[in-house]
């Protein structure tokens, strides 16, 4: 008798039991139902807010890399139309670049120094290389500029690479796919790239404040330091991404803010960034190198 | 009625093409870029459920982001855009509510009316575009110049469309 009774209690806990959990989901299950719209939209701005800082972080995520192989190659039927509108202003810039050229070939030059001709192998050994490739896709007007190449990872692009034209840099290589690359260019708030002024050798770090299009930023020059307007600013060499002297333009203004010990100093970049067709990569040879050497110095 | 969803989806294609293909490429100066795509998610029907307008936000951003080459900002931005599509649309709503079948455009309501909405929804899409852009408070002054006057010019963009596609009074 009591073991029925005992049976018939449990019975009853459990059911109790039950009905309350299934109370709870149906209400969550409600609660769920009734603002699914606004679930929806967290979960798909976590997704995309994700996307954007994991890009700001590291590098971007292979998504990208399969994407930017879709959006290069119609990208690249675009460029092959609108080419054809700048074909006599890219005669022109590389007709001048030729004679730039011509200029230095070595038979225009006498060498009269005993060491160099001794030395000769020493001396031209070479260190950088340099990959022609085209500009498909190019923006300048955001905050975050940046350009597509029509070569990657096939033709010998590696990330962190230099990209120089005619005129002067135009940025680094951020990323490749199999066929295209993506360049972050000097007017990319993100960029920094080390720059020296040519006449005295002092460095600082150029950026960009996202303004202009035509002018950038060049900061930690100390105050002692003589500048004037129309100094010629180039690359310096020390990030081994560009050669040494690679022109990026001239001092167009300085200031000197109160309390601070650098300059505000103002460059017009020499590149145009809204005319840009074909350019160089610059591969050097010695990066590995150098950069091993560099790394086993701070790890001690 | 069934004609409603391939018209969008040529809709759609249009006007990704004339914003990755044109826009991205014509800015007018340093920084007024007009967004023109946002017209999609303003012309969906009334009758889209929430949920799916969402999902198309989400595409649509993605799509222009791919092909601007910039990561999820134009993601962000649209999804938010579509998500707050609604509560204007009920903000804005006739005193005897939507008529079925009819869409946003000039074709069943008035000129002030296309105005009221289409600033409002590009207005948001515009400050979250360029707020998530710069990711950054430091000059914020500059980021609402180029919000406003990049808004101006696209709320022109769309009501000019609609005057010339819509407009059969």
């Given amino acids: 008798m009591g073991f029925k009774v005992w049976d018939l209690e449990l019975e009853f806990i459990e059911g109790e039991y039950k009905s309350l959990i299934s109370f709870d989901m149906r209400n969550l299950l409600k609660f769920l139902i009734h603002y699914h719209v606004t679930f929806l939209f967290i979960v798909l701005e976590v997704i995309s807010f994700t996307i954007t800082i994991q890009n700001n972080f590291y590098q971007r995520a292979s998504f990208i890399n399969n994407t930017t192989e879709i959006s290069g190659n119609i990208y690249r039927i675009y460029s092959s139309v609108v080419e054809y509108f700048n074909v006599r202003n890219e005669n022109d810039k590389l007709a001048l670049e030729n004679t730039a050229l011509r200029k230095l070939l070595k038979s225009n030059y006498i060498i009269n120094d005993k060491n160099i001709q001794q030395a000769n192998d020493l001396i031209y050994k070479q260190k950088y290389d340099y990959i022609n490739a085209k500009v498909i896709n190019n923006s300048v ?16 692009i590696k990330p962190d ?14 990323d490749v796919s199999y066929n295209f690359s993506i360049v972050i260019p000097t007017i990319n708030i993100n960029a920094h790239i080390s720059a020296k002024i040519k006449k005295n050798n002092y460095f600082g770090t150029l950026s960009w404040d996202g303004k202009d299009y035509r002018y950038a930023l060049l900061n930690e ?46 460059i017009q970049l020499s ?8 350019v160089n990569v610059v591969s050097n040879l010695y990066k590995d190198e150098q950069k091993i050497l560099e790394n086993s110095v701070t790890h001690d | 009625m069934i004609n409603i969803i391939p018209q969008n989806i040529i809709r759609f294609f249009v006007l990704v093409f004339i914003q990755v293909v044109i826009l991205n490429n014509l800015q007018f100066s340093g920084f007024v870029n007009p967004f023109i795509y946002i017209l999609f998610i303003l012309l969906l029907p009334f009758e889209t459920p929430s949920w799916l307008l969402l999902i198309i936000g989400f595409v649509t951003g993605l799509t222009i982001d791919v092909f601007s080459g910039t990561i999820a900002i134009h993601t962000i931005a649209t999804t938010l855009a ?11 709503a006739p005193r005897d509510g939507y008529e079925s079948r009819t869409s946003p455009t000039l074709k069943y309501y008035d000129l002030l009316w296309i105005i009221r909405y289409s600033v409002v929804i590009v207005l948001i899409h515009h ?14 002054f500059y980021t609402l110049l180029r919000i406003i006057l990049s808004s101006i010019l696209t709320s022109i963009l769309i009501i000019i469309s609609q005057l010339l596609f819509y407009k059969n009074k």
């Fill in chain 1, 161 to 174: 690479m230099g990209v120089i034209n005619s005129q002067g840099i135009v940025g680094i290589v951020k």
């Fill in chain 1, 141 to 156: 007007f955001r905050q975050t500029n940046y350009i597509t190449l029509n070569k990657g990872r096939n033709q010998g």
């Fill in chain 2, 127 to 140: 400050s979250c575009l360029f707020l998530v852009e710069v990711f950054r408070f430091s000059g914020f």
């Fill in chain 1, 271 to 278: 590149t145009d960034f809204m005319n840009l067709n074909h």
């Fill in chain 2, 82 to 92: 579509a998500y707050a599509r609604p509560f204007v649309l009920t903000l804005f």
């Fill in chain 1, 221 to 266: 020059i100390p105050f002692h330091v003589k500048v004037s307007k129309g100094d010629t600013v180039v690359t310096s060499g020390y990030s081994s991404i560009f050669p040494e002297g690679i022109t990026i333009g001239v001092v167009k203004d300085f200031n000197f803010n109160q309390g601070n010990n650098f300059y505000n100093i103002y």
